[in-house]
């Protein structure tokens, strides 16, 4: 069983910037990919961002592309988040995941996701 923990969120003004992150155990990270999830109240969960598992391969939403930025750290077991430019619209639940897999595949089926953190707050707003 995969434990991961996120950390990072809080309250940022627009335009604002925050970094999250994923822990997990450092010498069993290397063997996932890793994604980003986010959920706004009333709306269903939706991939953010992906990295495979040596970091060579990245993948983001739409309306995040050249504003947020995922990396991984495999031998301090740490994926980040960082979030530039935030807007009121990305205020969500953001939870990262991850697959049994070396290749993030697509995060639009969440089943294909093994492993889930609790998630941590983001709140964008002035």
């Known amino acids: 069983q995969l434990q991961l923990v996120e950390s990072g969120g809080g309250l940022v003004q627009p335009g604002g910037s925050l970094r999250l992150s994923c822990a997990a155990p450092?010498?069993?990270?290397?063997?996932?990919?890793i994604a980003w999830f986010r959920q706004a109240p009333g709306k269903e969960r939706e991939g953010v961002s992906c990295?495979?598992?040596?970091?060579?391969?990245?993948d983001y939403l739409g309306s995040v592309k050249g504003r947020f930025s995922i990396s991984r750290d495999n031998a301090n077991g740490t994926v980040y988040l960082q979030m530039n430019n935030l807007k009121p619209e990305d205020t969500a639940i953001y939870y990262c995941?991850?697959?049994?897999?070396?290749?993030?595949?697509?995060?639009?089926?969440?089943?294909?996701?093994?492993?889930w953190g609790q998630g941590t707050q983001v709140n964008v707003s002035s």
């Open positions: 990295i495979n598992n040596n970091g060579r391969s990245t």
């Open positions: 450092a010498f069993t990270l290397g063997l996932y990919a």
């Open positions: 995941a991850a697959r049994t897999s070396y290749f993030c595949g697509s995060t639009s089926s969440l089943d294909r996701f093994d492993y």
